[in-house]
Nanobody, 122 residues
Framework: QVRLVESGGGLVQPGGSLRLSCAASGFMLGRYAIAWFRQAPGKEREGVSCITSNEGRIYYSDSMKGRFTISRDNAKNMVYLQMNNLKPEDTAVYYC???????????????WGQGTQVTVSS
C-alpha cells in the first residue's frame, strides 16, 4: 500500500526556517519523482518543487527559488523540503505527491499525502 506522510510543519516567524519531511512507503522511492505542493486558504493548489529519481530539481516559482530546497534520501525513503527566509505568504498546507510515471517530474500524480500546515506569522 502506497503511503506518503508529511511532517515538520508548524508556526514560524517571518524570516525563520522549517524542514518538511515526506515519508514514503509501499513503493520503490528511488524510481519515482516526488513533488511538493501547497494550498493556501481560498487559493488554488500550486506546485512548489519536484525532484526526479536522479535528483534533478524543478522549482515552480521564482518566489521560492533560492529560499526552498528539495532533497531526497532514498535509503531512508524520505523526501525533504528545506524552507528558509519564510514569509507570511508561504502560509499554506504543504503536500507531497508521487508521480505516476517512472523517474521524471510531470503533471500526473497518483498518490498524495495528507498535508502539513505551515503558518508564518509574528
Amino acid at each position: 500500500q502506497v503511503r506518503l506522510v508529511e511532517s515538520g510543519g508548524g508556526l514560524v516567524q517571518p524570516g525563520g526556517s522549517l524542514r518538511l519531511s515526506c515519508a514514503a512507503s509501499g513503493f520503490m522511492l528511488g524510481r519515482y519523482a516526488i513533488a511538493w505542493f501547497r494550498q493556501a486558504p481560498g487559493k488554488e493548489r500550486e506546485g512548489v518543487s519536484c525532484i526526479t529519481s536522479n535528483e534533478g530539481r524543478i522549482y515552480y516559482s521564482d518566489s521560492m527559488k533560492g529560499r526552498f530546497t528539495i532533497s531526497r534520501d532514498n535509503a531512508k525513503n524520505m523526501v525533504y523540503l528545506q524552507m528558509n527566509n519564510l514569509k507570511p505568504e508561504d502560509t499554506a498546507v504543504y503536500y507531497c505527491a508521487k508521480i505516476s510515471r517512472l523517474y521524471v517530474c510531470g503533471s500526473d500524480y497518483d498518490y498524495w499525502g495528507q498535508g502539513t500546515q505551515v503558518t508564518v506569522s509574528s
